[in-house]
T-cell receptor, first 117, second 113 residues
Framework: DGGITQSPKYLFRKEGQNVTLSCEQN?????MYWYRQDPGQGLRLIYYSQIVNDFQKGDIAEGYSVSREKKESFPLTVTSAQKNPTAFYLC????????????????FGEGSRLTVL | SQQGEEDPQALSIQEGENATMNCSYKTSINNLQWYRQNSGRGLVHLILIRSNEREKHSGRLRVTLDTSKKSSSLLITASRAADTASYFC?????????????FGSGTQLTVLP
C-alpha cells in the first residue's frame, strides 16, 4: 500500500539534545512537508521541499533542520535551539499539479509526538 | 499567518443530526480543501472544491464555496458517532505555491450516540 510512514510515534527528549524524526513516502510525490501542531491549534509549516537536495523554510523554521537526499525521505531534526519543541509533528506529501504548482491534496503520515522531559 | 478560520471551534450533536462547519479565508484561492483528524492521528483529505465551483458532494459530505464572501461550509448529514473528529479547512493560493497551503485551527465535532 502506498503511503507515508513516520517514526517514531512517540519520542522523549532531554533538554539540550537533538532528535530526528523520520518521514518516508512511497507515493512518488515530488513535494514533502513538515508541520507542527500544538493542542487545539491548526498546522504550522516548518519546512517544505519540492525537489531532491532543495528545501525551503516555512513559517516556524527556527530551531529545526531538514534534508532531502532522496525523493522518498524527508527527515526533520529538532535541535536544542528549539525552545519549545513539545508538540505533534506531521509529515505530508503532495504531487505536482503543474509546473511548480502544488494545489492538490496532501497525504499525511500518522504523526510523531515529541515530549521534552 | 492562518488563512482559513473555522467556526464554530467546537460542535456537539446527537447521532443522526446534521453538522455544519464554516471556514472563512482572506486572499484569493485556487481551491479549498477539508480534512479530518481523529484524535492523535494524521489528517485525512475529505474533499476539494475549486474556486470556480459552488457546491460539491461526496457521500454524506456537502461542501459549498462562496468566493465573493470568501467562505466555505462543510455539511455532514446523518452524523454517526464515528464522525467524531477535528475538521480543518485548508486553502491553496491562486499562485499555486507549495508553501502556501494554509490550515485553519479546526472545528472539534463530537457526535453523541
Amino acid at each position: 500500500d502506498g503511503g507515508i510512514t513516520q517514526s517514531p510515534k512517540y519520542l522523549f527528549r532531554k533538554e539540550g539534545q537533538n532528535v530526528t524524526l523520520s518521514c518516508e513516502q512511497n507515493l512518488n510525490h515530488d513535494a514533502m512537508y513538515w508541520y507542527r501542531q500544538d493542542p487545539g491549534q491548526g498546522l504550522r509549516l516548518i519546512y517544505y521541499s519540492q525537489i531532491v537536495n532543495d528545501f525551503q523554510k516555512g513559517d516556524i523554521a527556527e530551531g529545526y533542520s531538514v534534508s532531502r537526499e532522496k525523493k522518498e525521505s524527508f527527515p526533520l531534526t529538532v535541535t536544542s535551539a528549539q525552545k519549545n519543541p513539545t508538540a505533534f509533528y506531521l509529515c505530508a506529501s503532495s504531487k505536482s499539479t503543474g509546473t511548480g504548482m502544488y494545489t492538490g491534496e496532501l497525504f499525511f503520515g500518522e504523526g510523531s509526538r515529541l515530549t521534552v522531559l | 499567518s492562518q488563512q482559513g478560520e473555522e467556526d464554530p471551534q467546537a460542535l456537539s450533536i446527537q447521532e443522526g443530526e446534521n453538522a455544519t462547519m464554516n471556514c472563512s479565508y482572506k486572499t484569493s484561492i485556487n481551491n479549498l480543501q477539508w480534512y479530518r483528524q481523529n484524535s492523535g492521528r494524521g489528517l485525512v483529505h475529505l474533499i476539494l472544491i475549486r474556486s470556480n465551483e459552488r457546491e460539491k458532494h461526496s457521500g454524506r459530505l456537502r461542501v459549498t464555496l462562496d468566493t465573493s464572501k470568501k467562505s466555505s461550509s462543510l455539511l455532514i448529514t446523518a452524523s454517526r458517532a464515528a464522525d467524531t473528529a477535528s475538521y480543518f479547512c485548508a486553502t491553496a493560493p491562486s499562485t499555486g505555491s507549495a508553501r502556501q497551503l494554509t490550515f485553519g485551527s479546526g472545528t472539534q465535532l463530537t457526535v453523541l450516540p
